[in-house]
């Protein structure tokens, strides 16, 4: 039964973790054409918060104008870095030590034997790991994610105080990982070996990263 349970768990976890990718991807016609198919793969899940917060989200793209989710993808996560979908944006910023951090994630595609297609995107995209996540090596992908945990979870803070939809679906994902989310950004700092006042870090007023990272398991210098 044990077995059971887990294995359902892990399916789960895939599920939450590809539908959450797409509903991170810029809402294209291709990706609005999949809202039937997206709920359709939540509601064979066994009922949980992230399950539901996800099925809300995929509603509102359902029930959306295709103008207004696009423009609100873009002025989201395209016009602000509070937002940034790049993970090594959050503990590397616009630096030669990003480039390292960018081939690190390269190096686990290729070690996981399987052609990663990164859309045109950089290889830090959080669709494009979570979709690794889901679909090609859940351990090596799940690995990424919890190294890069205090980044989700300061992006999941920033999306909730901008009111912003896509809140709920950080929020699913980071429910995917071990342990409570932080309430606030000193308590994603605690969860670092160095904590770092991410509000006073680089040239803009305010900056949400968090230099430099310290991380487990996967290696990023």
């Known amino acids: 039964m044990i077995g059971r349970r887990n294995r359902g768990d892990g399916i789960a976890t895939s599920v939450i973790r590809q539908v959450a990718s797409w509903c991170l991807t810029y809402p294209d016609d291709e990706i609005l054409s999949r809202t039937g198919l997206l709920d359709d793969a939540l509601r064979q899940q066994r009922r949980t918060p992230a399950i539901e917060l996800l099925r809300g989200f995929v509603a509102h793209l359902d029930s959306s104008e295709p103008d207004t989710l696009r423009q609100d993808y873009t002025d989201t996560f395209d016009l602000s870095r509070k937002h940034t979908l ?3 944006y959050w503990t590397a910023g616009d630096t030669r030590r990003r480039g390292t951090v960018l081939g690190e994630f390269k190096q686990h595609y290729r070690d996981s034997g399987f052609l990663v297609d990164l859309h045109g995107e950089l290889p830090d995209h959080l669709p494009i790991v979570l979709e690794f996540a889901a679909r090609v090596d859940p351990d090596a992908g799940g690995a990424l994610l919890q190294d890069f945990r205090p980044a989700l979870e300061l992006l999941r803070l920033s999306l ?25 950004r000193r308590a994603v700092a605690a969860m670092r070996e160095s904590p770092v006042p991410t509000e006073n870090v680089g040239l803009e007023p305010y900056d949400p990263r968090l230099l430099p990272l310290t991380t487990t398991g996967t290696t990023v210098r």
């Open 86 to 88: 790049y993970l090594s």
């Open 160 to 184: 909730v105080e901008r009111g912003s939809p896509y809140a709920d679906v950080l929020v699913a994902v980071c429910a995917t990982l071990p342990g409570e989310s932080p309430a606030d």
